[in-house]
């Protein structure tokens, strides 16, 4: 069976003592049959953990936090899709959400 090509890019990769749930589900998409998936890490902060285990993310990209603003963190995830086509996109923490179903309609624009 042949696998579909995805990238996926994900939020939440710190993986210390109050972990984010970004690893998890980089493990379960790695994990999938269906899938021959390409891991893009959006990281808050230079050290989380996650943006450097390269067996389960393949690239990683700073972005804004959100109480920065929603316009400028998506001008960042406009740039990384234009350098990475990303397919689908998955926050991980709370505070991501209201900015992310606040563009909506920007982040469709953003398809392939």
């Known amino acids: 069976m042949m696998k579909t090509k995805i990238t996926v890019a994900v939020s939440g990769l710190n993986n210390v003592d109050s972990p984010g749930p970004g ?4 493990r379960g998409i790695r994990e999938s049959t269906f899938f021959e998936p390409r891991i893009v890490g959006l990281v808050y902060e230079n050290l989380e953990p996650g943006a ?6 393949d690239k990683s990209y700073k972005v804004p936090y959100p109480s920065e603003g929603t ?42």
């Open 52 to 57: 450097y285990m390269h067996d389960h993310v």
């Open 23 to 26: 690893i998890p589900v980089v």
């Open 71 to 112: 316009d400028i963190l998506i001008e960042r995830i406009r740039e990384i899709h234009t350098k990475e086509a990303i397919d689908v996109l998955i926050p991980n923490f709370d505070s991501e959400l209201y900015t992310f179903m606040k563009s909506e309609s920007v982040l469709k624009q953003l398809r392939r």
